[in-house]
């Protein structure tokens, strides 16, 4: 958030006559499929626990061929599923599971997590009554449930009580300091990525978080480590790969952010984080048309997403769209009225756009500051003087 005391503005960041023996081959083929698929469960399991989920995903899904009247298999599916971000999937895997007869204690907390994936409030509040056997997950649901609400104070409250309650549970502190950083209180995240670590170092998402903190305290290199280790922990975990993507990105490594984009989309095409990420490398490389156009063909799944709007207003700015410009960032400065910067970037699009008075109204709210932005005073003095 902007200094009440900034002199200068901050910038975005990058960034068939032999048939007899093909008949043999073939049945010795079938023979070894089969010997292959009863094995397919135990080498899922193992990819599960290398957090390889999409090595486990494939072999899982040839245990559930085999066996599927197997409520473990459906059940190490639907945390596969979950880990690669698959919510629909995983939700399947669960009723599969629930269906077999099974009443393992952590269905129900799959089924909680993919509410939060989904966004379904009303899911996830229908199953909080059902984990009483699992406290710890219970109390970190319902604290994401306040998150996805209007009550964000509340959910970060609840959070920290979490933490309080669960001081020995790695996933608590994970999302417990994710919370922090969305509130902005970087050292407590620190404080919990520091706990994650030690108790859970298998868990990418301990590493993930280590990683957010490095980048909101400014430390890139630091950054691209922690997310270097997520993604030695969990190869297909997606979030840990878009953040070393980030890193990287940040660290001016466009070669190596494209390779680990090109891997992203294998893992889950059509990410839209991957598309914002792509387009913000394809805009260093000035070729801002086609930047746009991609971030435009994501439709609605970036419109809450507000790097991804600034990007796309200053795209648009760039190839001459100047109402579609100054459209979106009307939007982003909606979204986030205390980032001032995103007001003064208006006010230079409406200023180029001929629209003094607007322009001027646009800057308005930094008349609150003891001292204005050494930008703003010359874009004021500009406006004023035409």
Known sequence: MTSTTARTLPRNRLFTSAMAPLCLLAVLAGCSREADDAQAFA????????????????????????????????????RTLLELG?????????????RLGSTDPQLAVLEGEAAVLAGDQEALRAVLPTLAATPADKARLAAALAMMGDDKAGGLAAYRAAAASFPDDGRVHIEAGLAELTAGNVNGAAGHASRALALSPKLPGSHILAGRVAEAQGRREAALTAYDRAVAVSPSNVAANLGRAAALGDLQRFDEMEDVLDRVDVLQAGNPIAAYMRAKLLATQNKTGEALSLLNATGQKLENHLPALVLSAQ???????????????????????????????????????????AALAALAPFDSLSEQPVEVAQLRRQISSR
């Not at 899982?60 to 061929?65: G, H, I, K, P, V």
């Open 43 to 78: 080498r899922g399991q193992a990819a599960m626990a290398k957090g390889d989920y999409h090595v486990a995903r494939v072999e899982l899904m040839s245990a559930a061929r085999l066996h599927p009247d197997d409520p473990k298999v459906a059940t190490a599916l639907a």
């Open 86 to 98: 698959d919510w629909l999937g995983a939700r399947a895997a669960v009723a599969d599971a629930r």
């Open 315 to 357: 795209l648009a700015d760039r190839e001459g769209f100047g109402s579609l410009a100054i459209s979106r960032m009307r939007r982003a400065v909606l979204m986030a009225p205390g980032e001032l910067h995103l007001s003064y970037l208006l006010a230079e699009m409406l200023f180029r756009n001929g629209e003094r008075d």
